[in-house]
C-alpha cells in the first residue's frame, strides 16, 4: 500500500472510493474539494469552523482504496480530527489500515499536534476500526445524541505527546462534530 496526497487527478475515483464506504453520508465529498480547492469551498470550511482540511489516498495495487483526512478546527491549533478513514474490502485483513492510521497519527504528531481526535458510531461495521483505535491509544467518551439517533457516538481522542488529552466534552466553546447530521433533519431535507 502506498499513501499519497490527495490530488485532483484523483479526486474523481477517490470520491467514488468515499461513497463506496461511506454510502449513507454526504460530506466528505465537498470536504475532498475542500482539501484541494480551499477558497472556492470556504463555506464549507467556515460552517464548520475549520482552518482546514487535508486528504491522503491509499493505494492498493494501483487503485485507490482508502482515504483519511485531517480537519483542523479555528481556535484549536492543537488539535487534529481523522476524518473520512477507511479502506475499501480489497486492501483491508493485511495490516493496511494499521498502516494508514500509523501515518495519519504521525503526520499529526509531526505538524506539532498535540491532540488526535476522532468521531464515530458504536455500530458493528466499526467494530474493528474501534479496536484498531483502542490499541493505538485512543480512549473513548460518550456523546450526546442528536435528535432521532438511535445509536451510540462516541468522540475518540490520542494525546500525541504522551500526555492524556481534555476530553472534548470539557473543551468550552467546542464546535459540532463535522459529519454530523440530526436523523430528522436528513429525512426533512431528502
Given at each position: 500500500m502506498r499513501i499519497e496526497q490527495l490530488e485532483p487527478a484523483?479526486?474523481?475515483?477517490?470520491?467514488?472510493?468515499?461513497?463506496?464506504?461511506?454510502?449513507?453520508?454526504?460530506?466528505?465529498?465537498?470536504?475532498?474539494?475542500?482539501?484541494l480547492f480551499p477558497e472556492a469551498h470556504a463555506e464549507f470550511l467556515n460552517s464548520r469552523r475549520l482552518n482546514a482540511a487535508r486528504f491522503?489516498?491509499?493505494?492498493?495495487?494501483?487503485?485507490?482504496?482508502?482515504l483519511a483526512g485531517l480537519y483542523y478546527y479555528r481556535g484549536m491549533p492543537s488539535d487534529a480530527w481523522l476524518s473520512w478513514?477507511?479502506?475499501?474490502?480489497?486492501?483491508?485483513?493485511r495490516g493496511n489500515g494499521g498502516r494508514l492510521l500509523d501515518w495519519v497519527i504521525r503526520?499529526?504528531?509531526?505538524?506539532?499536534?498535540?491532540?488526535?481526535?476522532?468521531?464515530?458510531?458504536?455500530?458493528d461495521e466499526y467494530r474493528l476500526a474501534i479496536q484498531l483505535y483502542e490499541k493505538r491509544g485512543f480512549?473513548?467518551?460518550?456523546?450526546?445524541?442528536?435528535?432521532?439517533?438511535?445509536?451510540r457516538t462516541i468522540v475518540m481522542s490520542l494525546g500525541l505527546t504522551g500526555a492524556t488529552p481534555i476530553p472534548w466534552l470539557s473543551l468550552a466553546d467546542r464546535p459540532e462534530l463535522c459529519g454530523r447530521v440530526a436523523p430528522l433533519a436528513a429525512e426533512k431535507v431528502a
Open positions: 484523483v479526486l474523481e475515483e477517490t470520491q467514488h472510493v468515499a461513497s463506496e464506504l461511506f454510502p449513507w453520508e454526504h460530506e466528505h465529498h465537498t470536504a475532498l474539494c475542500a482539501a491522503w489516498v491509499a493505494r492498493f495495487e494501483g487503485r485507490v482504496a482508502g478513514y477507511g479502506l475499501t474490502p480489497v486492501a483491508r485483513g503526520t499529526a504528531r509531526d505538524e506539532g499536534r498535540t491532540v488526535l481526535r476522532l468521531w464515530t458510531t458504536v455500530e480512549t473513548a467518551e460518550e456523546y450526546p445524541p442528536l435528535p432521532g439517533e438511535t445509536w
